[in-house]
Structures are given as structure tokens and as C-alpha cells.
């Protein structure tokens, strides 16, 4: 009897040891395959899934010594692309992202971006965490950061390849005006 159990326990272990990072799969081979530039002649790449999403949840931060609680918008972008051709590859191969920062240094915004690369063979290229920078893009008179830029390239991406990047950005207090959010 405790036999199927332990292995039950086993298999969901497994499970969650690896599961993806990433919040969509990759296209499987068949699918990539049928995605050849003859079908799209005049495309540097054709866009598998582009998916964006709002999520609004309660934020709770401490801030010298306050308890703050109010709301929290956390926008999430997802795309995937096959790559046809060296456009296709300078136009999807970098990323830069530029947000506001509403309260500067104080209480920053969240951002996260990954990138991964599927190659014609199925291997697959993850970018690593520390190629992502984030750097001040505007700052005001008293050089407190107004905005940001977060940039980086994917790696090793070639014609053929499969990219997938996904990003999100959270503000830890969203902005409204008479209860009306702006996105």
C-alpha cells in the first residue's frame, strides 16, 4: 500500500523539479517545420503566439518604517517567433524595454525578462538571468530616475531558429484617477 503512494510522491516530485520557468511551451518539431519562409515569402519571420496579460493584486510594501498596502498592476508579454532570414534576426535578436519609474529609487518597479532559442535540431538555447540590464534612461534634476531601459540580445540566434521571449513589468502601486485605471 505505501508502494503506489511513494511512487505517486516520486513521480510529482519529479515533476516539479522540472518544470519550466517559462509560462508557454515551445511549438513542437512538426509545427516549427511547417513554418518555412516559401509559405510567408515576404516576412522576415512569422509570429507563433503573442499573448499579453494584466494582472492587478494587492501590494504590501514597508517604506521607512510604513506599512503600505494598495494595488499593483503586473503587465506580462509572451512571444514566439520563427525566424526566417538576417531581418528577421536583428529585428527579434535585441530587446529594449522602457518603463516609468513613478516613485524613482524609493519603491521601484518590477521588471523580468527571459529569452530562450530552439534550434532547427530541438536544442535549446536559455539566455541567462545576468544578460539582462537595466539601466536609467531619464533621470530629473536631481538625479532621481523618472524612467528605465532594460536591454539585451538573444543568444546565438540564427535563420531557422525559434525565439521566445517573455517579459513583465510590475508597478507596486498603480496609478488611477477617480478609480479609473490607466494601462
Known amino acids: 500500500m505505501n508502494s503506489p503512494i511513494a511512487v505517486l510522491l516520486w513521480c510529482l516530485m519529479l515533476q516539479v523539479a522540472t518544470a519550466q520557468e ?3 511551451p515551445l511549438p513542437n518539431a512538426t509545427f516549427a517545420a511547417q513554418l518555412t519562409q ?3 515569402p515576404s516576412a522576415d519571420g512569422v509570429i507563433v503566439l503573442k499573448e499579453q496579460s494584466l494582472n492587478v493584486h494587492r501590494s504590501e510594501i514597508t517604506y521607512r518604517g510604513v506599512d503600505l498596502v494598495g494595488i499593483a498592476m503586473t503587465r506580462t508579454t509572451v512571444l514566439i517567433a520563427k525566424v526566417f532570414n538576417e531581418a528577421g534576426v536583428r529585428r527579434l535578436g535585441s530587446f529594449e524595454f522602457e518603463y516609468k519609474e ?9 521588471f523580468a525578462a527571459r529569452a530562450r532559442v530552439q534550434k532547427p535540431d530541438g536544442s535549446v538555447i536559455v539566455m541567462p538571468d545576468r544578460d539582462v540590464s537595466v539601466i ?3 533621470q530629473d534634476k536631481h538625479g532621481e530616475p523618472i524612467a528605465r531601459k532594460a536591454l ?4 546565438d540566434l540564427m535563420p531557422g531558429d525559434i525565439v ?8 507596486p502601486f498603480s ?3 477617480s478609480g479609473i485605471f490607466y494601462y
Do not use: C, M
Open 22 to 24: 517559462f509560462l508557454r
Open 136 to 138: 536609467v534612461s531619464h
Open 164 to 171: 521566445q521571449l517573455e517579459y513583465s513589468l510590475t508597478e
Open 152 to 155: 539585451f540580445k538573444v543568444p
Open 38 to 40: 516559401n509559405a510567408f
Open 102 to 110: 513613478y516613485f524613482g529609487n524609493e519603491i521601484p518597479a518590477g
Open 175 to 177: 496609478r488611477t484617477y
